[in-house]
């Protein structure tokens, strides 16, 4: 009876440990683009700790993560952190703001800037993988990742993105050996 508590707490950890984040696909099928209307692509999403944006862009612009004071003057000398890949992923790591605009200062008072507000997870387990998409590989809205655009010439996956296959078979390989050791007491 003890072994079949140990096991049944063990599936239970092991479970709570699978729960993924969101990628959201910035902008859209439209992408991180002076053309996005990023106020709307934002509007009614909830971004919680652990979930990832993809920045998707030309190689002739750029993506800066700044404060509040650049993000609101589009201040583009002294930024947080800056990337140039067209395809940039963002984990969420803690609640709060976080700001994000073009690396073009005429693109940025043009629009093209993003506020988040990241809420802590406190109800979920956290996994910095990406939601898988549906088997027919729909688009849900742009707010999941599409096939890859034009906008770089590096594909993205369109199932699971950041090695949520390795956090699976991790947590399957660590619950066989639990239940093998449990099972040799």
């Known amino acids: 009876m003890a072994k ?8 239970a950890l092991s479970l709570a440990l699978t729960c993924t984040a969101t990628t959201y696909l910035v902008g859209g099928n439209s992408g991180w683009d002076i053309s996005t209307d990023l106020d709307s692509w934002a509007k009614g999403k909830t971004f919680f700790v652990g979930d990832v944006l993809l920045f998707q862009f030309s190689s002739s612009n750029s993506l800066e993560e700044v404060t509040q004071k650049n993000f609101n003057n589009c201040n583009t000398t002294n930024v947080l952190k800056s990337y140039i890949n067209g395809n940039t992923t963002v984990t969420l790591s803690k609640p709060g703001p976080m700001y994000f605009i073009s690396g073009n200062k005429l693109y940025c008072l043009g629009g093209m800037k993003l506020q988040v507000n990241v809420e ?4 979920q387990a956290y996994s910095p993988a990406g939601a898988p998409l549906p088997a027919d590989g729909s688009d849900q809205g742009g707010d999941t990742l ?5 906008k ?3 594909p993205i996956s369109s199932g699971v993105v950041h090695g949520g296959w390795h956090t699976l078979v991790s947590v399957c390989l660590g619950f066989m050996a639990t239940v093998l050791w449990v ?3």
Do not use: A, G, H, Y
Request: no cysteine; aromatic share 4%.
């Open 152 to 154: 770089s010439k590096v």
């Open 146 to 150: 599409p096939r890859p655009s034009t």
């Open 120 to 123: 802590d997870n406190n109800d």
């Open 183 to 185: 099972v040799q007491i």
């Open 4 to 11: 079949q508590l140990q096991v049944f707490v063990l599936i």
